[in-house]
């Protein structure tokens, strides 16, 4: 029996580690089911230490290699010198050069951050959430960024979440680093994914962040220090919100229509 084509799925984050912490199991499912995957990171220099970690982690996920926007963190300075933050660049140039990768690469689905900012609320993930839904709607508009290349409409767009009642033990672990917990209502999440068979590769793909991991206080470096058992409890469920109206093509929970 012949089954539709799958659904193809571009991650969209803020920065190298937040692909493989909030998607990671979702990337690595569709890859392993044959469908096209891809990440877009909207810091970091392509020639900075983390896009090499982040090539890795990507080919731990089946995501292609790196398409690194280039902007500076908000909060540090060496990840693009000379270059704007991605909280003060130009609005309208980020949304152009997303625009561009989206109509390259046509995805069916779109997964990005949710309008917290994934449990901290970093700046650059409150950013990177309100490029995205801007640059999913232009991309379907033949008259916005021509320059950009044929209009690409997705079919869905999803934000990667934190449930109020699926924190769990990771609440208390950023508290005790002293980083402020903002899950979101169980009401708010459409779709959460059990990765538990992709579980392995995105553990690779965390680990891949080598410089996160060697933290204390970032969560990969969190991950690296608890026993196996915990950690995966914590790994194996990722959350979304669909944040488009209409009958989705694709769904992240469904690798087949």
Known sequence: MNHPPLPS?????????????????????????GARTAVVTATWAPD??????????????????????????????????????????????????????????RPDIVVGHDAVGQLTGHPDHVRTHQITLLAVEAAGLAHLYPEAGPPWQPTSLYAATHPESGVGRLGPLLEEVGKTILAVPDSYVTTSVDVTPWADMKWRAILAHRGEVARKRSLPGILARLAEADRNRIIQTEHFTRLTAGPAKGDPAQLTP
């Not at 799925?9 to 089911?33: I, M, T």
């Open 9 to 33: 799925l571009l991650g969209v984050f803020a920065h190298p580690d937040d692909e493989s912490l909030l998607a990671g199991g979702v990337l690595a499912r569709h890859h392993a089911a």
């Open 48 to 105: 900075s230490r983390r896009a090499a970690e982040l090539a890795d982690a990507l080919g731990a996920l089946g995501a292609g290699t790196p398409c690194l926007l280039g902007y500076n963190d908000a909060r540090n300075p060496e990840a693009a010198p000379g270059r704007p933050r991605l909280v003060d660049a130009p609005l309208d140039e980020v949304i152009g050069r997303l625009v561009a990768r989206i109509r390259d690469f």
